[in-house]
């Protein structure tokens, strides 16, 4: 038995998100899992870092594999991506100490969130960024952005009612801006489902004047969903890099 | 009579280039005069300034467009983009002196072609990059750019037979790499069909020591186009710039 660590690049503009589901063959996970199942000829489980929602994008997702045997890594990825589509790519098969998973063995995530802030949307940029055509206080956001790093309940940041533990630090978040572009980078443990996108919600509204700086904090203390900022749209967001010791 | 000068941006990727045609409504030029013409009331021309292939992308098209009287730019632009695909936006309206054509009052145009020569493609660059995966020889490249600057000929340099004159200046030709990325910049008075391309297949045939330096001059002396190099693909090329006195 010999594990593989898989680092995955995707488009997720045409996809229903990594995890794979019964009713569409549109997902990430899915797709890997029926590739390397065909090359290797018997059913092979991918298990990814995470779950990246519809029309999220990863430059760095991460996926383990258990072979019964060794494999020639770089000929290994050559044949897999043979058999997906262009828009996924594996970048790199890595063997790792059994007992790895790509999931429970990370340490650490990094996300970038990118808005593009010009009136009209760049065309070329349109489905890798959020069109949101609005001048951004980025000091007012970087003071909300304070608030919210660190160690904290997200109860408030997250869409998913069932969560065993809403308990996450966040290391950092980092806020550039350039030109009619800006990004937010986030790097911290791990992310609740849908976390990312509501903290930038939360980050734009406060960019706009919607809110103070404080509110955000507040909605963090409150643990209630309704105090935090809207839903930022997927196709803004990229999954950079996944940590692990 | 009102002319106006209107800057166009399109990913190509789904077009089959600029001019409209009896056969297909997927055409820059044919989308615009739909648009314009359903806007104004009345049937529009729209003027390029030159054409582009199928699958080429502009961030700088120019076109004009003669209007009965004066609009207000600004909104006629929101107007307009509101009625076309989101792959394609109009960056800006200005009015121009009467007699003023985008193609006709062009004294130069700038073009970019894009090379990802990483191993795997890149998936977000995959529409905007030719793929073409070697190491590149940028001083052979160089070298033979300068052979290729100045006032030529270049019938070797296209793919018709029948263009009135082939004599055109090459202004520069700039060759810049980063990591895996090659860029190719072209500024002249203008360029012949499929030019740009033959240019970038005869440079990368350079880059590769399947030709040296020399004989991409040798291609222009001789007019003949199987002297030259292959016809680079189209969805790395990009129409930056169209220049006016």
Redesign the interface.
């Known amino acids: 038995m010999r594990t593989y660590k898989l680092t995955v690049?995707?488009?997720g503009t045409g996809y229903q998100g990594w995890q794979r589901q019964a009713n569409t063959d549109r997902t990430i996970q899915g797709i890997l899992e029926h590739a390397v199942s065909e090359e290797m000829g018997f059913s092979v489980e991918v298990n990814g870092s995470g779950r990246t929602d519809a029309g999220v994008?990863a430059?760095g997702q991460t996926a383990s594999i258990v072979l019964p045997g060794m494999v020639d890594a770089e000929s290994f990825v050559r044949r897999i991506?043979g058999r997906i589509p262009?828009?996924?790519?594996?970048?790199g098969a890595e063997l790792v100490r059994n007992g790895f998973h790509a999931r429970k063995s990370a340490v650490g995530k990094v996300y970038e969130y990118r808005i593009d802030t010009g009136e009209?949307?760049?065309?070329?940029e349109?489905r890798?960024c959020y069109h949101f055509p609005e001048k951004l206080d980025l000091e007012a956001m970087r003071e909300a952005a304070c608030l919210l790093k660190g160690t904290h309940e997200f109860a408030g940041y997250t869409d998913k009612k069932d969560e065993k533990s809403t308990k996450r630090t966040i290391y950092d978040i980092m806020i550039s801006g350039q030109g009619s572009r800006v990004n937010i980078k986030y790097e911290g443990t791990g992310f609740l489902y849908h976390m990312v996108r509501i903290l930038t919600g939360t980050l734009l509204e406060t960019g706009t004047h919607q809110r103070t700086p404080g509110s955000a904090g507040k909605a963090l203390e409150s643990k209630d969903r309704a105090a935090a900022g809207f839903l930022a749209p997927a196709c803004g967001l990229f999954l950079r890099e996944v940590r692990y010791d």
């Open positions: 690049a995707y488009d994008h430059s991506n262009a828009d996924i790519r594996i970048l009209r949307p760049d065309v070329f349109r890798y």
